[in-house]
């Protein structure tokens, strides 16, 4: 995308806790990129984003997962330049999240 490696997932009945730990191992299959994973349980969803180190100058992990933070129908998301989290309470938006991150992708 834009010429930048991009995973974006959308996993069902996983636990929020685990997205960490997910995120972390496709940054690392993908070397230079940004990795994406909403979880949805119980009607609820969660999003994390990964950027590697060397595309922290140009994304903020933060402000992308803000971007689907947004569309989960939740405030905020927060953590560091290359590791966000973040939550909303509308599972269905799922798509709709990572939509929003890869349009904000597109946009940098």
């Not at 997910?22 to 690392?28: I, R, T």
């Not at 969803?45 to 129908?73: C, H, K, N, P």
């Not at 953590?79 to 992708?105: C, F, H, N, T, W």
């Amino acid at each position: 995308m834009n010429g930048y490696k991009v995973i974006a997932q959308h996993l069902q009945d996983l636990d929020p806790k685990a997205l960490r730990g997910l995120v972390d191992e496709a940054k690392a299959r993908l070397a230079s990129g940004i990795a994406t994973i909403v979880a949805t349980n119980d009607g609820r969803a969660a999003i994390a984003v990964g950027v590697t180190d060397d595309l922290v100058g140009t994304f903020s992990a933060v402000d992308l997962v803000r971007a689907g933070v947004a569309a989960l129908g939740g405030q905020g998301g927060g953590g560091r330049p290359d590791m966000a989290q973040g939550g909303g309470p509308d599972a269905s938006a799922a798509d709709a999240a990572l939509d929003a991150v890869r349009a904000a992708i597109a946009a940098a």
